[in-house]
């Protein structure tokens, strides 16, 4: 369990909290509580996600669960510096989608004495590690990875399985879009995929 920095009297440094994990694991959930729980101690926060994030608001982080926080959209990680003046906790999610200077705006902001928290998807669709979060997490301070259910087997799940067959990237969708595998599950179902694409090219050369 991540327990908030005891030390840093002074607010010489701030530091980086990353919460990571598949989708549907409560990444947003989990930031949205700390960043309620800092607001009410009276710290000033601010908000930040993605500009192409407007599946539920576009001034709402909004987690699955519809618990919400006000949020400012941005479309570059650069605007987040413009914009974090005198705060004392920064949250950012969907981290994932911002370029790779997020990884040196969370960095600079906490050189500030911020308090950074940003959440985001450590695996792309195909199970790789996904923009710049090996980066952010390599640099953070605390990272904290949480686990959603596998739909298919009920083990923990940290793979976001797209059931779409569609190639690019990003692909910004919900629970009839994406499902939480586990490792086993995760296998079994690109094996199954690669078998249904071999016997369709195998039709093809046939007729």
């Not at 030390?7 to 909290?17: D, L």
């Not at 989990?30 to 192409?52: G, M, V």
């Not at 969370?106 to 996904?130: E, Q, T």
Request: glycine share 6%.
């Amino acid at each position: 369990m991540f327990l908030e920095n005891p030390v840093n009297h002074n607010k010489q440094f701030g530091w980086i909290e990353v919460i990571c994990g598949s989708m549907f694991s409560g990444k947003t959930e989990e930031l949205i509580r700390r960043l309620k729980r800092a607001k009410f101690a009276n710290q000033k926060i601010e908000i930040f996600k993605p500009s192409i994030d407007q599946r539920y608001d576009d001034q709402m982080v909004t987690s699955h669960d519809s618990n919400m926080i006000p949020s400012t959209s941005v479309p570059a990680a650069a605007n987040i510096l413009q914009l974090a003046n005198d705060c004392e906790v920064v949250g950012i999610d969907e981290a994932q989608f911002f370029d790779p200077e997020i990884v040196d705006v969370c960095n600079d902001l906490a050189n500030r004495g911020i308090r950074v928290i940003a959440a985001g998807l450590d695996m792309d669709y195909k199970g790789n590690p996904f923009g710049p979060m090996p980066a952010l997490m390599a640099t953070a301070e605390f990272v904290t990875k949480v686990h959603a259910v596998c739909t298919q087997t009920g083990n923990l799940a940290h793979y976001s399985h797209r059931k779409l067959d569609q190639k690019g990237l990003v692909v910004l969708g919900e629970r009839e879009d994406y499902e939480p595998l586990s490792r086993g599950a995760f296998q079994k179902t690109l094996k199954k995929g690669k078998a249904n694409k071999g016997s369709l090219k195998n039709k093809k050369n046939s007729s």
